[in-house]
């Protein structure tokens, strides 16, 4: 049954990717080799500095790391950030905030299940802290990559006080957490 989930979880996320890379291979494809890539290599080397690891590798019992998962969950990420996040930076930090949020939650799910675990050096604020960094430098190299009529950002109006943007952004941070103090609660006794 995990199996079975993970596989579709990566098919789904793959399928995302292909999305925004057929609206324009040599741009959006080069923006996700660059994420996957380094996504891979990140992952590889914090599992290899034993930060965190894989005791159950569903998909690739005999490798260190879920190549599959790491080349489509961030890859996705990153493309959906680039595509559709607003213009203005001022907007751009809720969205991204949004997306990082769903992203820890998913580590979290993952941390429930035998496939994936953190090691003495590492948590969820080291794992939080780094995607920041990643996809807010990764929504620079797209800026850098994917031209504006590439792009289809969110209006900056969207997020305003009370319109779907705003209202799907606090639904999202707050949820989350809300389940992270259950989570912190649930690890602390």
Avoid at 66 to 94: D, Q, T
Wanted: aromatic letters at 22%.
């Amino acid at each position: 049954m995990l199996t079975a989930l993970f596989f579709v979880a990566i098919l789904l996320m793959a399928i995302g990717c292909l999305y925004f890379i057929r609206l324009d291979w040599k741009r959006y494809g080069l923006l996700y080799l660059i994420a996957a890539i380094s996504a891979n290599l990140l992952c590889y080397v914090f599992t290899v500095t034993d930060y965190y690891s894989f005791p159950r590798n569903v998909l690739h019992k005999e490798l260190v790391i879920p190549y599959a998962l790491v080349s489509s969950a961030f890859p996705f990420a990153v493309l959906f950030g680039v595509r559709y996040s607003p213009e203005k930076w001022v907007w751009k930090i809720p969205f991204y905030w949004g997306l990082i949020h769903i992203g820890v939650l998913f580590e979290v799910i993952l941390l429930a299940t035998p496939i994936f675990t953190f090691q003495a050096e590492w948590d969820l604020w080291d794992s939080y802290s780094l995607r920041w960094v990643y996809y807010l430098l990764f929504e620079i190299l797209g800026g850098k990559l994917i031209p504006p009529e590439l792009r289809s950002p969110i209006s900056s109006e969207a997020f305003k006080y009370g319109r779907w943007a705003w209202i799907v952004f606090h639904v999202i941070v707050i949820s989350t957490i809300f389940l992270a103090g259950v989570y912190v609660g649930i690890t602390l006794f």
